[in-house]
């Protein structure tokens, strides 16, 4: 998977150019995924215009960021948080995630993983431009084939992303495995898509979104099906942190509430996503359907995304955190599980990537020990 996954993350059938832009990805929404791109791990499309493509992510991203700062300030401030020298980001598409956790752990190295070079040039970029270049590095890298090269990390990001590696449970185990002793897996998945518009529009039958949505998760479904390894799993996401090793640390959702009127960016990005969702579900939608996202789509028609005064973004992103436990000594102390360095059995060490550029309203519910 040539992950650009975001973080989330870019799907066609089962992926678009835009980290999930194409809305295959039922609950898996396109929101869902700003600021990583949807390829850590299966190849990267072709005839992609990402000088056209980064801005649009990274605005989508923008707007989600008062959600991902809650998130990661969540995470810092848990009683159970490691001392943070490194995290990966992985699928970090454009790299508004990755500075902004460069910002939230002052003292790491933070190492963006994606598959497409030109959004990594622009993560380098925004990093410059932030002050945070001596601190934040990338990482070309196809997923799940390259994992074991990323080093070792105190966190682990991934927006969106496992849900476009085929064998889930394998590739979180894999993941689990780059973690030092107390190290966090924090896993972006599900949360409710987002609802922009009220559920009668004042034309064609009301609840168009909802319909949208149920289409959005068939596609989802048939790209999960027709990934590489595919292997269906229950999304008891604490329950796979257990399978795979893992102490679940709690799940907390983040609201992103954004009322009507909206600013510019919120309505630019509306209109670009009911676009995509008009080309991408044509062969899927009724006669009436069709109609009403075409009159939403008219930049003249007052009744249009571009110009109706109704227009609101309401969203909520979910976390899940995971940690690897840590093992008392036998004569006092803590190591981690594994061989008597603290390092786990048959895992080979890492220092991480030394150049910039180096190949190979917040609600939910917390449990902490």
Same mark, same amino acid.
């Given at each position: ?21 194409? *809305? ?34 990274? %605005? ?6 008062? %959600? ?37 752990? *002052? ?12 959004? @990594? ?15 934040? /590095?990338?990482?070309?890298? +196809? ?8 080093? $070792? ?36 998945? !599900? ?6 518009? *009220?559920?009668?529009? !004042?034309? !064609? ?12 998760? +068939?596609?989802? =479904? ?12 229950? $999304? ?20 992103? +509430? ?20 008009? =080309?991408?579900?044509? $062969? ?28 609101? @973004? ?24 594994? +061989? /008597?360095?603290?390092?786990?059995? !048959? ?23």
């Amino acid at each position: 998977m040539s992950q650009h996954t975001g973080n989330g993350h870019h799907e066609s059938a089962a992926h678009d150019p835009r980290h999930d832009q194409d *809305p295959s990805h039922g609950h898996h929404d396109p929101s869902a995924h700003a600021g990583h791109s949807a390829h850590a791990g299966h190849g990267t499309p072709d005839g992609i215009d990402w000088d056209a493509m980064g801005p649009m992510l990274e %605005q989508n991203a923008e707007i989600s960021r008062p %959600q991902y700062e809650e998130a990661a300030r969540w995470i810092a401030g848990l009683p159970t948080a490691p001392q943070v020298r490194r995290v990966l980001d992985i699928g970090s598409g454009p790299g508004v995630v990755t500075c902004l956790l460069a910002e939230t752990f *002052p003292g790491a190295e933070v190492v963006a993983v994606d598959g497409t070079p030109a959004l @990594l040039e622009r993560t380098g970029e925004r990093a410059e431009r932030l002050g945070l270049g001596d601190r934040v /590095r990338v990482r070309q890298a +196809d997923l799940p084939d390259d994992l074991g090269g990323l080093g $070792e990390a105190d966190l682990i990001w991934m927006g969106n992303t496992l849900h476009h590696l085929g064998d889930q449970r394998a590739a979180l185990a894999g993941f689990a495995g780059l973690l030092r002793p107390g190290g966090t897996i924090a896993l972006v998945e !599900g949360g409710l898509q987002p609802r922009r518009l *009220p559920r009668d529009i !004042g034309f !064609g039958r009301p609840g168009l979104e909802a319909r949208l949505e149920a289409i959005n998760t +068939d596609r989802f =479904e048939d790209m999960r099906a027709a990934l590489p390894d595919a292997k269906r799993e229950s $999304e008891d996401w604490s329950a796979l942190f257990a399978a795979v090793g893992l102490e679940p640390q709690g799940t907390r959702s983040f609201l992103l +509430d954004i009322p009507a009127p909206v600013p510019e960016p919120v309505r630019e990005d509306a209109v670009i996503e009911f676009g995509r969702w008009r =080309e991408a579900f044509a $062969e899927y939608l009724t006669a009436e359907d069709a109609a009403a996202l075409d009159r939403l789509l008219d930049p003249a028609d007052p009744a249009g995304l571009r110009r109706r005064p109704d227009l609101f @973004l309401l969203s909520a992103r979910t976390v899940h955190l995971g940690r690897r436990a840590r093992a008392r000594r036998a004569g006092g102390g803590w190591r981690g599980r594994g +061989d /008597r360095r603290g390092r786990k059995a !048959g895992f080979r060490r890492s220092d991480g990537v030394k150049g910039r550029h180096a190949s190979a309203g917040v609600s939910g519910h917390q449990k902490v020990p």
